[in-house]
């Protein structure tokens, strides 16, 4: 592996530091990185790594660009929107460096191919926004024996961690159990401040690419928390646990599972009506009884006539406006929410409740 004359030029910012140098830039050149996700964390580490000079990058998204993933997700331009993320992506980063090569997986990443790419590459970024895929991508990279640079974020807050690598800790490690479902909303339901993905994702970045020199400590068996309104950063040390199910003494996890299930079965049953099921109903004047667990905010912008609104997190103190013994349709924004209400009616002794799939989101695009 050689630098040629332009290659020299381009990275002398690099290759004057002396734990970087020549050699390093080489490692950094003949590195192979995967980037799961091309939103708000995807966006930063692509860029920079990309910058850097990493040789091969692969990005894995199967999502197109839309208008609201603009103000965060500065790889994708304007002009963009309707495209898919990959191909986004690849415009912008043959822009920042055409000396590298950059391989678009337009998919979804699945246990299906998960080991197939992650096989083709050294090192894997989680640029994900959900618990499927990052259980996914953390058994994946046991399996494989890959490093797994990890990075989450939440309104104002992120987190960033190396899992993965040689006697570090997991993800399983950390967190053996994913969260009761709709329990943490999505980013697309409580929202981002758009800068935070790009701190977040820069970290990240230069994780790998301390990992690809082999300088410095790495964030392994280290969760690193940002708060961007304190604006402070602090650590929560963690170890390997010896009985983690993916990469404890006695590993029960040998192959990749079904995600989904493994993230939704805690959950307890529940009936769903969907958008149009509701509306025929609704034709039918057989109006159930609809419950809006949305903020005060989100009610202003439209509802379903004749719903009870009780905001979520009023919903303890006001059970009594919510009747027991008749059904009762629960919806929110995307109908995530509207899941952990009818999870907590159930543990009070409601039986007869249905979740709206979708929210007001898929009942209004009818
Ligand atoms: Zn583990």
């Given at each position: 592996m050689v630098l040629t004359k332009d290659e020299l030029e381009r990275y002398r910012r690099h290759t004057i530091l002396p734990m970087i140098g020549i050699n390093g830039q080489k490692k950094i050149k003949n590195a192979k990185v995967l980037i799961v996700g091309m939103g708000g964390l995807g966006s930063p580490l692509a860029m920079y790594l990309a910058a850097s000079g990493v040789g091969t990058l692969g990005l894995v998204d199967f999502d197109n660009v839309e208008a609201s993933n603009l103000q965060r997700q500065?790889?994708?331009?304007?002009?963009?929107?309707?495209?898919p993320k990959t191909e986004s992506a690849l415009e912008s980063l043959v822009e920042i460096n055409p000396y590298i090569k950059v391989n678009c997986f337009n998919e979804a990443l699945s246990s299906a191919n998960a080991i197939d790419i992650f096989n083709q590459y050294d090192i894997i970024c989680d640029g994900t926004d959900n618990f499927q895929t990052r259980y996914l991508i953390n058994d994946a990279c046991i399996l494989t024996g890959k490093i797994n640079v990890f990075g989450s974020i939440n309104q104002f807050e992120g987190q960033i961690s190396v899992f993965g690598a040689d006697k570090g800790p997991c993800y399983r490690c950390l967190f053996p159990e994913p969260p009761i479902p709709g329990s943490v909303p999505s980013c697309a339901e409580?929202?981002?401040?758009?800068i935070l993905p790009g701190v977040i994702g820069t970290i990240e970045a230069t994780e790998v690419i301390k990992l690809i020199c082999g300088i410095g400590t790495p964030l392994i068996g280290r969760l690193l928390n940002y708060d961007a309104l304190s604006m402070q950063f602090n650590e929560v040390k963690f170890t390997k646990d010896k009985?983690?199910?993916?990469?404890?003494?006695?590993?029960?996890?040998t192959q990749l599972i079904d995600y989904e299930d493994f993230c939704n079965n805690t959950i307890s049953s529940f009936k769903e009506i969907t958008a149009n099921q509701l509306k025929e109903q609704i034709k039918k004047k057989q109006m159930p009884i609809l419950l809006d667990v949305r903020e005060d905010d989100e009610v202003a912008l439209g509802t379903i006539t004749g719903s009870i609104h009780i905001p979520m997190g009023e919903i303890p103190n006001r059970l009594?406006?919510?009747?027991?013994n008749e059904t009762v349709v629960v919806f929110c924004h995307l109908g995530i929410r509207s899941k952990n209400v009818i999870q907590y009616l159930q543990e009070q002794g409601y039986q007869n409740l249905v979740n709206l799939k979708g929210g007001i989101d898929a009942y209004q695009s009818f």
């Open positions: 500065i790889i994708h331009k304007t002009s963009n929107i309707g495209k409580a929202g981002v401040l758009g009985d983690c199910p993916c990469c404890g003494m006695n590993p029960t996890i009594n406006e919510i009747p027991k």
